[in-house]
Structure formats: C-alpha cells, structure tokens
C-alpha cells in the first residue's frame, strides 16, 4: 500500500496521470454512444454550476440557495444572444457577466446580513426569477420558452452534433476548473477559509469579511452564467421552469453529496444531479422522488463527507482490519473532514489564531 | 501530506473512470437498435414501443401520472386482446416505456435522448415547455412526436413542426367555441373579459374574439390581464363588475384565484354567466368551492365523457374505461383530470394509425397519423372527433360548450 502511494507522489508519475487524463478528455467523445456523450455533457453543465455554488459554501459558508438563478439567467442570455446572431464569443462573455454584475449587486447587500440572513435573501431569485422569466417575454419567449441551435456542430470539424458539444463542455467547463482550483487553493482561498471558520478572525488579520464573501458570492454566479452558457448549448432550451426553485435545493444536495469544499467534488454533484434522476426512472419512474431521496439519506449517513471522501472511507475500513498498517499511517486522523475543510482544524494555531495552512506550510518549506 | 493529497487524487480519478465506465457500458456509436428489417427503431414484428416523458412527481404528477395511466389501459386491453393489427398484416403487441421529467425541460430533454432509440414514436406526455424542450432534437432526428398534451399551437403547424402533432384541442380551439354559442344566441351581450398575462389567457381571448367576429349582438366591454403568479385578482373582478356585464370571459388556470373570482363577484353582487377554461373547470375543486350555482350559468367546454359525471354513469365507454384503467393503467380511482380520458383517446387514434401503417417506419407512420378523419374514439363526446387532415390544427379541435347544472355538466347547444 504505502509503495503505492510512494509511487504515485513521484513528480512525473502526477505528470503521467494529468497527461492520461487530458487525452481521455479529448479521446472520449469520439468512443461513446450519442446518449453517453449526451449525458457527459450534462453532467459537465451541473458540475459547473455545483463548482460555482461550492466557492461561495463549500469554500466561504455562506449558504446560497439561488445558485440555479444565475444558471437560468446565463441561459436566457445565451439564448436571446444566439437567437438574435450575436458573435458567440460576445454572447459567452455576456452570458458570463449579466450574471455576475446581478451576483454582484445582490451580494454587496446581502454579505452585509449574517448567516440566514444570507440565505432567504438568495432564496427570493429562484422565487423573483420564474414570474420574472414568463413577464419579460420580449426577451425569454414568456412561459414557451426559448430554443436555440446555436451549438450544433460547425461543418468543417466533421463530428455529430453532441461530440461537439461535448468538447464545448470539456474546454469551457475545464477551464472554468483549473481557475477555479487556482483560486481556492492560492491567496484567496486561505481568505475565504478563514472567513468561514471565523469572520473575527479574519477581520482582525486584515481580511475583510465582507470584502471576500462580495467576493465569492460573485465568482459563484459568474461561474452559475458559464453554466448556463452551456445549459443552453447542451439542452439547446430554456423556459421559466429551469429557474424552479426546487432545482437549486437539488443543486445544493448534489453539492453537499458530492462533497463540500471539494473540486473533484464538484464533478461528482454534476453527476450526481444528471445521473440520479435517471437511475430512479429505470426503477420505478412512478417512484422517483422518494427513491431520490431515500439515496440522499442513504448518502448522508454512509459518507457524511461526501461521495469524494469514499475512496478514504474504504482505506480507512481496511486499515481498521488490519492493525499493522504502517507505522505512517497511524497519524492521519480516523475520521478525516472533507478536503479544504481540514486546513482550519489542522492548521498550527498560536493563542487560537490560525497561522498557516498545513499543506501550504509543508510546500513552501 | 503530499502523500494523502495524491491518495486522494488517485481515489477521485478512480471514482471518474468507474462512473465513465458504467457510462460507457451503453455502448458505441450503433443507431440500428434492434429494429425490423428495413423498419425503424422501436418496431420488431411482433411488438412496437412507444416512449413517454410527463411529470411523474412534483405538483404537475396528478395530470402526468394520467398521461401514462390511460395510454397503458387503453393498449394493456389490446394487448390482452392479441395485439394491434397493422396494416402490413402483422400483429404487434404495443409496449409503453413511461419517464419521470418532474415538468424539468432539462430532465424531459434527457428522457427523450434516452429514449429515442428505444422508441418508436414519442406520444402523449404532458407539458408545454417539456414538449418543446426536445421537439427541435426530435425534428432533426426524425422522431415521431405526436399526440402530446399541450395546447401550444406550434405542435400542430406542419411547417414549424413536421415531426409532431398535438393531441388536444388549443387554447384559441376552447375560446373559439364559447365565443360562437354566445354569438348565435340573438341576444344583446355585453362580455368582461379577465385573461392570464401569457400565451395561454391570450390563446383563449384570441379565439373568443375569432368566435364573435362579425357578431353585433356581443360586445366586449373591458378587458384587464393578471399575472399566473399574483395572488389576488380581487382588484380585476371590482373593476369588471363596474360594467355590469352579462358574460364574464375568465381565462384562468389558477385553481385558487378561479375560486376567488367566483366569491369575489358575489360578494360584489354581480352574478353574470361565467365562463371557465377546461382545465380550471372542476365541479368539486372549483365550483363547489365557489359556490357557483349562485350565477345564471356557469359554462366550459369538453370533448371527452366525464366518469364522475351521473349523465355517463351507465355508459358503456366508461365502463369499459374504467375496468381497463384499473386492470392496466394502474391507476383504481375514477380519475379527478380528464388527462385519463384524453391518453385513453390517443391510444385509440394510434391504434388507427397503426391498423393503416404498410410499412414499420416511422416515415410511413408520420404519413398516415395525418390521414385520420371523422374518427369517434371511445369516450368522445357526441359532435367531436379526431380529424389529424387539417394543417394548424391538432388531433381534436372540436369541443362541445358545457353547462353547470349543479353537479355535473352536461352539453348545451344554445347559451340561456
């Protein structure tokens, strides 16, 4: 096991890895099924939106139940821009920035309330949105909705329709990844932890509170218009219903199932919000709900940290059975929080104030 | 630490690659899903299967669940029976493949990919946005979409929509028909006219006024709109009683606020003939509660026998309707949304599609859907039927106007 391990912290082994990874990336559209590649695509686009809600909960605690506004307002954007034959590039970038300014305004008053405040003030976009979607139907197409093709496959590239969107979702929802890893593991990351554990703490270290919960708040619904950028590319239609209330709590069970803090969390949400529905349809279509719901408990109480803490659950049963498992690895903790998390709880303190995280510490040594 | 980071790398790629791997356990790029010989996808010799997607859960599950209920009791009968004989001389059992979309475009889009190679033809689900969701995919995959629950005229234009066909007649159909009995009754009317801000009030007012064209007797004296997300319509109905109009045209589909607008305007005493929507017409959850016997007459429009209804009680169609609903529907109540009785219908109209198709392809079944006419499906009210001939119209356009007589409703041909 720990020759494993060894092996696998070997610089150019981590290499080897992300390179495999990056030509499976560009290899697996061309192998799959139209469903498979469908459904890859779909789990890209609630990933992403999942990615967004973790920056400001996972990473900031700040509870946001309106994360699948931002999505459906990206989604519109994208719409009306492709319908009205905008340059795509304009309509990516306003479909990104519309609701990023909206997050932005709504954040610079909400980040001022504490705690719950925060979440009912979220909880109104959904509950605003759909009566706002059907009213303006100028803009959406009202409750009819709003169709556009724009992303079917361009001729010269000479693939089917749902290979090329899903390298769409592969290039932009990556990309929207590695910034995103490069955000909460640098600077502002650190800031946004430690506004989560303690917002005193942070002030009285020169990080404002509120600054970063702006902050992050924003960078959540620029990622939630990403997402709906490619809602709209992948599902190629809107209309008030996405924007149901209901799909940001799901947002928010996929979010806390795949794993909070957590960037290959995230991924796991994304394949959590597409594939569970449709499991549930194979058992009993008339079951659905409860069967969902029965699998969230289920979830919840096997792996409290999430889907992405299931690889270390089943190391650490293994462990248990046998008692000589490496002088090592008896110094990890047991019970080890979600990823991210642990920075707080393992961070050297002096008279309770954190200094440095751990892993930050140990690489700049 | 670097060690228990890369651990934990290596857990979550693996975690990646086992769900990519049971994802990929659907299979390569192969569009032949077991069709027959020169047929299309969903048809062998000896069965066809039809694909739905309808809300099964969330608060659109009442109709939904209805969707799928009729459809399976009007085919699980056939079946019993041997099958459908179609008109390439085979007979073929028909099976119905049902999925959950929770009125989520997002989630009807992905039962239909899902779906469409399993499927022959996509039929009956309920839903305008979830409809719509995937009839552009179907279109360019040539899917059949046809017979759906949704009165969005765009299903039945030919031009917009070659590979669908709606089912039920359309809002303009429904306001259309109120709009002709009230123009024909010689009598002077004056009409209040209170309409959802959206493409369904505006459907209804849009046909009212197409069925009072050219009428002098009917006159509309003040229109005023809501929103479907207003909670009150109190102020619209004082405003409207202002005009002591005869007729009150009131294109609602909130059950609440339908209930409201009745008690509102007696407690303002203005009792004029009210008109109501099919689908926000229900004697016990609207006009018991609204106390509408008080009104000289409280009118809607059908084209289907109601089961609760004591006019149909001895009726052989719903009979039969009833004992097939719950032998193979599933489903043992007597249904409370006409969303049973009208499944129940597209079965039968397919059934006829089916007895005429020569060849298993869908292209042959998207030619002879359009040739149905003058056909009375079992439960279908006298004076309307299935005609699928004429462009811009779905499968059922006629519907008979219907009075309150305080417990059900029953068929009028004249408006007093």
């Known amino acids: 096991m720990s020759s494993i391990t060894g092996f696998l912290s070997r610089a150019w082994v981590r290499w080897a890895i992300t390179a495999v990874v990056a030509v499976a990336l560009l290899v697996v559209p061309l192998l799959f099924s139209e469903y498979t590649n469908q459904n890859l695509a779909r789990i890209g686009v609630f990933a992403v939106a999942v990615l967004g809600l973790n920056v400001v909960m996972g990473y900031t605690g700040q509870v946001s139940l309106g994360q699948i506004f931002f999505v459906g307002v990206g989604a519109y954007v994208t719409g009306y821009g492709a319908t009205h034959d905008w340059n795509i590039v304009v309509v990516f970038l306003a479909s990104v920035l519309v609701p990023g300014v909206i997050g932005l305004v709504v954040a610079l008053a909400a980040a001022r309330l504490g705690g719950l405040a925060i979440a009912m003030v979220t909880i109104a976009l959904p509950i605003i949105g759909v009566p706002l979607a059907k009213r303006l139907s100028d803009f959406t197409g009202g409750s009819q909705g709003l169709s556009s093709a724009f992303s079917n496959a361009p001729d010269w590239t000479g693939l089917y329709n749902d290979q090329w969107q899903l390298y769409l979702v592969i290039v932009i929802g990556g990309a929207t990844y590695l910034l995103t890893r490069n955000l909460v593991r640098g600077k502002y990351g650190r800031a946004f932890a430690i506004v989560k554990s303690n917002e005193a703490v942070a002030a009285s270290m020169g990080i404002s509170p509120y600054r970063y919960k702006v902050l992050a708040f924003t960078v959540a619904s620029l990622i939630g218009g990403v997402s709906g950028f490619l809602y709209m590319a992948v599902i190629q239609f809107t209309s008030p219903e996405t924007m149901t209330f209901s799909h940001s709590i799901t947002l928010l069970a996929s979010m806390v199932i795949g794993g909070a803090a957590s960037i290959i969390g995230s991924l796991l949400g994304g394949a959590y919000y597409v594939l569970v529905p449709q499991w549930s349809n194979d058992i009993n279509p008339n079951l659905t709900e409860l069967l969902q719901g029965a699998l969230l408990l289920l979830t919840l109480f096997l792996l409290p940290g999430g889907l992405v803490t299931l690889p270390r659950e089943i190391a650490r049963r293994l462990r248990r059975s046998r008692p000589d498992g490496g002088p090592e690895r008896r110094q990890t903790p047991s019970a080890e929080p979600a990823p991210g998390r642990e920075a707080v709880e393992e961070t050297p303190t002096v008279g309770g104030i954190p200094t440095q995280r751990p892993t930050e510490r140990q690489e700049q040594a | 630490m670097n060690r228990k980071k890369n651990l934990r790398l290596t857990g979550a790629v693996a975690l990646i690659s086992a769900v990519a791997v049971t994802l990929a356990g659907c299979g390569g790029r192969d569009d032949s899903s077991g069709g027959a010989r020169g047929g299309s996808a969903g048809i062998t010799d000896s069965t066809v299967t039809l694909g739905i997607t309808t809300p099964l859960s969330g608060p659109t599950a009442g109709p939904g669940t209805c969707t799928v209920a009729g459809i399976k009791a009007y085919f699980g009968a056939a079946n019993a029976k041997g099958g459908v004989k179609f008109g390439d001389g085979k007979t073929r059992k028909v099976e119905i493949k049902a999925l959950d979309d929770a009125y989520d475009p997002q989630k009807a889009k992905s039962n239909y990919d899902q779906l469409k190679g399993k499927v022959f033809a996509m039929t ?293």
């Not at chain 2, 009030?201 to 229109?223: C, D, L, P, T």
Request: with cysteine.
């Open chain 2, 124 to 416: 009956a689900g309920l839903g305008t946005p979830t409809n719509r969701a995937y009839r552009e995919a179907a279109i360019s995959d040539e899917v059949p979409q046809v017979l759906v629950m949704t009165g969005d005229p765009i299903f039945s234009d030919k031009g917009e929509s070659p590979m669908q066909l709606g089912f039920v007649p359309t809002y303009i159909n429904e306001g259309e028909a109120f709009g002709k009995l009230l123009a024909a009754s010689g009598k002077e009317h004056s009409v209040a006219v209170l309409s959802q801000n959206d493409d369904y009030g505006q459907g209804y007012v849009e046909g009212f006024k197409k069925g009072i064209e050219g009428a002098s007797n009917v006159k509309i004296v003040k229109e005023l709109t809501y929103e479907a997300t207003d909670t009150s319509v109190d102020a619209q109905i004082t405003q409207l009683a202002g005009t002591k109009a005869d007729v009150m045209f009131n294109a609602m589909s909130i059950t609440p606020l339908a209930i409201a607008s009745l008690q509102k305007a007696q407690q303002l005493n203005w009792k004029p003939s009210w008109f109501l929507p099919s689908n926000t017409s229900s004697p016990k959850a609207i006009l018991e509660p609204g106390k509408a016997t008080a009104f000289p007459g409280v009118y809607s429009v059908s084209f289907a026998k109601a089961p609760q209804s004591p006019a149909f009680a001895g009726d052989e169609d719903v009979k039969t309707f009833l004992s097939d609903l719950k032998q193979y529907g599933d489903y043992s109540d007597v249904p409370a949304f006409p969303h049973c009785m009208w499944s129940y219908m597209t079965g039968a109209t397919l059934d006829q599609v089916f007895q005429k198709m020569t060849k298993p392809t869908r292209e042959d079944f998207m030619k002879e859907l359009r040739t149905v006419s003058a056909f009375s499906a079992p439960l279908m009210l006298e004076g309307t039927s299935v005609d699928t001939t004429v462009d811009g119209q779905p499968a059922v356009s006629t519907v008979q106007v219907q009075k309150y007589n305080g417990t059900g409703y029953a068929t009028v041909q004249s408006f007093g």
